[in-house]
């Protein structure tokens, strides 16, 4: 059996249904005109049940690519919950609240920080490398197009916290601009912090020390977001 017998087989139970090509039509009219192995199998597939046979294939086939479908849909959004649940669980952490996160789980899962987005890079370049490969783009295109969008947004992400600075100190409230920010005088100058309204409504601008922690960028040393305040009495 050579090479064309085995193209010759795949097309024959599209050649009974009259689902290929007149090309492929040709091709298997002329080789099983001159391959006696081909003929039988064209003669058993041609009585037996052929409808049957093609509807078992389509279901596999939808089987297999909706499960493989599932699969991806599931890791994809594995990805989206993991950094959810981390925005949400470290916005916690900052301000020293372990009411619904402890802080053994905190340090457990930033292990998955920079985990995460190499999972998703390997997974890309693994999907890219296959899809080039076999040339199954349209296949693969939306999945190809999703991992890129995720790979995107975690590298903007850990970019845009490399540019942050976290300070921590002893300053003065020079001014409350507002009930979302106060202004407090730093090593370098003023800087204007966003805060809540709880903690902006409680510091006083008459003089009183306070302990500050707060994340700024390193572009941009006069502004920032307070993380974390205490006071003590005035000198």
Known sequence: MDKTCGIVADLIPLYLDGACSGESRALVEEHTARCPAC???????????????????LRQTARRFGRQAALRAAGAAAIVLYWLVWLWQNALAEVGNYRWFSYTFHEAYTLGYL???????????????????????????????????????????????????????????????????IVIQGD?????????????????????????????????PDQGRLTFVHGIAEP
Do not use: C
């Not at 039988?40 to 037996?48: A, H, I, R």
């Not at 370049?125 to 890129?148: F, I």
């Not at 969008?149 to 003065?172: I, P």
């Not at 003023?190 to 020390?209: E, F």
């Open 39 to 57: 003929q039988k199998l064209l003669t058993d597939m041609g009585d037996g049940p052929a409808e049957p046979a093609a509807e078992q294939v």
């Open 115 to 181: 985990l995460v987005p190499l999972l998703t890079l390997i997974w890309l370049a693994v999907l890219l490398a296959r899809t080039a490969r076999r040339r199954t783009w349209r296949k693969n295109g939306a999945m190809l197009a999703v991992l890129a969008v995720l790979l995107a947004a975690q590298a903007g992400y850990l970019w845009d916290q490399a540019r942050l600075v976290h300070v921590t100190g002893w300053s003065q409230v020079v001014s409350v601009p507002d009930e979302y920010h």
């Open 188 to 220: 370098e100058g003023q800087v204007t912090l966003a805060t809540t309204p709880l903690v902006a409504n409680l510091v006083r601008t008459d003089g009183t020390v306070y302990g500050f922690s707060y994340d700024s960028r390193r572009d941009s």
